[in-house]
């Protein structure tokens, strides 16, 4: 895995920039030499992250309901106006609800986590489905957890969402040509983040994976080395 390839040129968006993950793979995207368009909820969030990351011209940051068929749409009309394709959509929206046995999670747990990691995953693969299938690079990719296909009773609405949103990317997938555009899954436990490290100095986070090593798989993913590869998973999972 060629994770130092280029994606000099690429225009790749990212859905739910702003969180833990986003930031670290719209750096490691803009290293490889992609225009990275970020979506997040707030315009002041993105355009912060935008000059932290010091892309210039190659980063497109804009503030984007991506539960909002319209909102999404006008985000993709957009991004085809002012660079006139897209490559690339990696999708990071997530959010978390559980801890309680499943007879007892309350059902309004389930109606937020499908607008957060199911709906929003439709709504963007939909909006960008030709722009992906005309691109010659398009790529797909969906950061998932180890709880779709090993759920435990505390987690089951999130269990079951990341489930239904795995299903939907191999389904994306299976309707690609073959060589054509791709849609992957990577899998983790959990995810640490900079910010995780740079608040607990010292502590160990022995089944985290750090976001360092899914950006550097999200950029494989997106190089021209994974073009074989379509309706895959690559856990990251720690041992
Ligand atoms: N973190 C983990 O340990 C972990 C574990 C397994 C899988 N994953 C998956 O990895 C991906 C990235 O994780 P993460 O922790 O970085 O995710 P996150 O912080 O929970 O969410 C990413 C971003 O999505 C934004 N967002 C939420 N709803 C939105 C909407 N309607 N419109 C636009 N933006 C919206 C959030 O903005 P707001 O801050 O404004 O809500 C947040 O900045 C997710 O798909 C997650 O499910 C994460």
Redesign the pocket.
């Known amino acids: 895995m060629d994770a130092g390839a280029s994606l000099d040129g690429r225009v790749i968006a990212i ?8 930031p670290v793979v719209a750096a490691r995207l803009g290293a490889a030499g992609a225009i990275v368009a970020g ?4 315009q002041e ?1 993105v355009d912060a992250l935008g000059e932290e990351l010091g892309l210039g011209k190659r980063w497109d940051g804009r ?6 068929v319209d ?1 999404v749409a006008a985000w993709r009309d957009g991004l085809v106006e002012r660079f006139g394709r897209v490559d690339g959509l990696i ?6 609800r559980g801890g309680q046995p499943l007879h007892e999670e309350p059902l309004a747990d389930w109606d937020l986590l499908h ?3 199911i709906r ?1 995953v439709q709504l963007t693969t939909r909006a960008f489905h030709d722009q992906l299938a005309a691109s010659g690079h398009g790529r797909f990719v ?6 779709a296909q090993h759920p435990s009773n505390g987690n089951a609405a999130y269990a079951a969402a ?1 489930a239904a ?1 795995e299903a939907w990317t191999l389904a994306y997938a299976d309707g690609f040509a073959p060589g054509g555009a791709t849609a992957n899954i ?8 900079p910010q995780m490290r740079a608040e607990n100095p010292g502590k160990e986070f022995p089944t ?2 750090p ?1 360092e090593h ?1 950006a550097d798989a999200i950029a494989w993913l997106c190089s021209d080395g994974a073009a074989e590869m379509n309706g895959g998973r690559l856990p990251l999972t720690m041992p």
């Open positions: 859905a739910g920039v702003g969180g833990g993950l986003g979506a997040n909820r707030g969030e503030a984007v309901d991506l539960t909002d909102a999708h990071l929206v997530g959010g978390w607008r957060l990691l929003t969906l950061v998932s957890a180890k709880q990341k949103a990577v899998v983790v436990d959990a995810i640490l983040t985290f994976t976001a899914v």
